[in-house]
């Protein structure tokens, strides 16, 4: 049987809530995976929800639940929210161990992957990201911020790409006057596992550059400045 995973959840619903009839059951199963129908949850192929211990992540979306119930008719007024109604079969597959992985509570996955995933998860192993950058560097890097990122999704996953800095001090007198900073570029990648809710374990690239001194950017500005000026003077007149 192709829809073990959905069937149960479908059956769970109809316990807890005795007048659910069993195709609006189907269909809101079906909303919680991140699909528009039940018959759209059957005919995925690549992502299943039969897929769902193998996922790593789950995010959640109670809007998806919210849309789907407005299009049935008759529905049941036993339900809660959607919200609750998410949580509630969360919960259960977590509780039959039909996902073991991490669930991201959040109604922005940027917002989540900035505040609580890359603190969590690379923040503790940024030093090893950027050795080679930072190795000869003789200073030590303390302070990480991720300051702003952008979401783009597909059919295949969704890249979450964060931008910040890594700032930290010189460990020596030199003539450097300003403050190491180090522009982070990070990508972090969500590969879809079952429906359009779950995730394999994230992929982070890290790209760190290191920033220039106002001075050194002062200087090559007055550089070029000086380049144009001489190629806008007028040949010398020839005897």
């Known amino acids: 049987m192709a829809d073990i995973v959905s069937k149960t959840c479908s059956d769970y619903l109809r316990e807890c809530y005795s007048e659910l009839k069993a195709s609006h059951a189907r269909e809101l199963v079906a909303a919680f995976f991140g699909y528009k129908s039940h018959a759209a949850l059957l005919a995925d192929k690549r992502n299943g929800v039969d897929y769902l211990d193998q996922a790593a992540v789950l995010v959640p979306d109670s809007s998806l639940v919210d849309e789907r119930r407005r299009c049935l008719k008759e529905l049941s007024e036993q339900l809660p929210p959607s919200a609750k109604l998410v949580d509630e079969l969360v919960q259960f597959v977590q509780d039959e161990e039909l996902f073991t992985g991490e669930v991201w509570g959040c109604f922005d996955v940027g917002e989540y992957v900035i505040e609580e995933y890359l603190p969590a998860h690379l923040s ?112 010398a007149m020839m005897p």
Request: aromatic residues 8%.
């Open 124 to 235: 503790p192993e940024l030093d090893i990201e950027l050795e080679e950058l930072t190795k000869p560097l003789n200073a030590l890097f303390e302070e990480i911020s991720y300051d702003d990122c952008q979401v783009t999704e597909t059919d295949f996953g969704v890249t979450v790409t964060v931008s910040g800095t890594y700032t930290g001090y010189w460990l020596d007198d030199n003539e450097h006057s300003d403050e190491p900073v180090i522009d982070l570029e990070i990508t972090v990648y969500l590969r879809r596992c079952s429906g359009s809710i779950s995730f394999d374990e994230p992929e982070i690239d890290v790209l760190g550059t290191l920033k220039k001194e106002d001075d050194d950017t002062d200087e090559e500005a007055d550089d070029d400045d000086d380049a144009e000026e001489e190629s806008q003077q007028p040949a």
